[in-house]
């Protein structure tokens, strides 16, 4: 049983798959399973990376767990191709496939926004997001001219869903809360923040009062909710936007964004190799029981299937375990079970420290009510106890002081991704080992 992806999917299927009588590989580009509803508060100074993203060996024990990125997929002979660190590719056979990969950032077509306007996908993601709006604050400190120190004041962040809504939250309080009385130059009470989206209202997969309730609150925050805006261009000094009344530019050196993900390049070539159709976001469309057509050996679950299901968390982890026990199913010679069907748990948002958001089916529930289930849920999920203890410990400091325990700000976290990408423009073709070296 081969496993590609470490996410809430492939981490559900590994787990449900530990009593079965036979070898399961998990394949993942990284050593650790992300829990990404929290990355946000990576970005946001309130916890530590380590604690959103344990070792995948110390949540799977003993399993064989292999660093590497799946490039392609050979049906026929039942392999898949794994990209090594160390520049080389290996094959691994499976009997039964589960692709869990997940997805990956959307700048609808205009890739060249990812350069002014990082995402919020991975741990990499939230220390460069972090570096970039602390140091935005020290800036400010150190900037004489007003329009600059503005500039440096003005966040915007492109996407109105829970991301963008989380992370406009929390650069607000950031501002006006837990970093108030600590600059002297800067007057920390004028910061900007914008929430930009294409969209009607915040929070689009909601219910609307739940909606209403989230935009009402950001208000409060004094975030600036720009809503019927689409983003236009986007550089190094700010946003081009455009709305019915016209164009409009939005000066801010710090930008990020959050409005879209799309499937990786591994699901086209899943695609291409079975035949399978696709989405408009590249998403395969696969059968009733989460298999794709033609080739009940493999399993696609999570944000790459096309289920219309909403990508959130849970859809991954149910998805993940209903193929681990449909394959255990056939091991035991068990007729097919039934086809997959999800169980909606609702969806939750955090606006601000006691005030949340949580739509659970006949409940709707906002303010302290909802920010206090929101923290049950997420802290019940959290993988390992260690984590749960020092997660509790951060809340405790960020929700009811002001500190955030994380605030390190680094130039090399800033500019990595930038640099990376330089180095891979400069790397020949197969010559990929020099970018290790």
Do not use: C
């Amino acid at each position: 049983m081969v496993i590609v992806g470490a996410g809430f999917g492939g981490l559900f299927a590994a787990k449900a798959l530990g009593r079965v009588p036979a070898q399961v590989t998990v394949i993942n580009g990284t050593t650790y399973h992300l829990f990404e509803p929290l990355l946000y508060q990576v970005a946001a100074g309130i916890l530590s990376e380590g604690e959103v993203a344990p070792p995948i060996r110390e949540i799977l024990p003993g399993r064989d767990i292999r660093l590497g990125w799946v490039t392609d997929v050979d049906v026929v002979a039942r392999t898949v191709v794994v990209s090594s660190p160390d520049g080389r590719e290996r094959s691994v056979p499976y009997d039964s496939l589960v692709v869990a990969a997940g997805a990956s950032n959307s700048y609808f077509g205009n890739e060249r926004f990812a350069e002014h306007a990082p995402a919020l996908k991975n741990i990499d993601d939230a220390l460069e997001v972090r570096s970039r709006i602390f140091h935005a604050f020290e800036m400010a400190e150190l900037e004489d001219d007003p329009e600059r120190r503005r500039q440096w004041l003005t966040f915007v962040l492109v996407g109105a869903g829970p991301t963008g809504v989380e992370l406009a939250g929390q650069i607000a309080e950031l501002a006006h809360r837990a970093l108030k009385g600590q600059y002297r130059r800067a007057d920390l009470a004028t910061t900007r923040v914008v929430l930009v989206d294409a969209v009607d209202r915040v929070l689009p997969a909601f219910d609307q009062h739940l909606s209403a309730a989230a935009r009402k609150q950001l208000r409060r925050l004094g975030v600036e909710v720009r809503l019927g805006t689409r983003v236009t261009d986007v550089d190094a000094y700010g946003v081009k936007v455009e709305t019915a009344e016209g164009e409009e530019r939005i000066e801010a050196y710090t930008k990020f964004w959050a409005a879209g993900v799309a499937a990786p390049a591994l699901a086209a070539r899943i695609a291409a190799a079975t035949g399978a159709p696709t989405d408009r976001a590249g998403r395969i469309r696969v059968e009733p029981d989460l298999t794709v057509p033609g080739h009940p050996e493999i399993f696609v679950v999570g944000d790459m299937a096309a289920t219309g299901l909403p990508g959130v968390a849970q859809v991954a982890m149910q998805g993940g375990a209903y193929a681990a026990r449909t394959i255990a199913r056939r091991l035991a010679g068990k007729p097919a079970g039934k086809p997959f069907k999800y169980f909606d748990k609702g969806n939750m948002a955090t606006i601000s420290r006691f005030s949340a958001v949580a739509d659970m089916g006949p409940l709707h529930l906002s303010g302290l009510v909802g920010w206090l289930g929101w923290l049950g849920v997420h802290l019940f999920y959290l993988v390992g106890f260690k984590n749960k203890v020092t997660t509790l410990l951060h809340w405790l400091v960020s929700f009811l002081g002001r500190g955030r325990a994380e605030r390190i700000s680094t130039t090399q976290q800033m500019h990595a991704r930038t640099a990376l990408q330089l180095v891979r423009e400069q790397v020949t073709p197969g010559r990929a080992d020099e970018l290790d070296r």
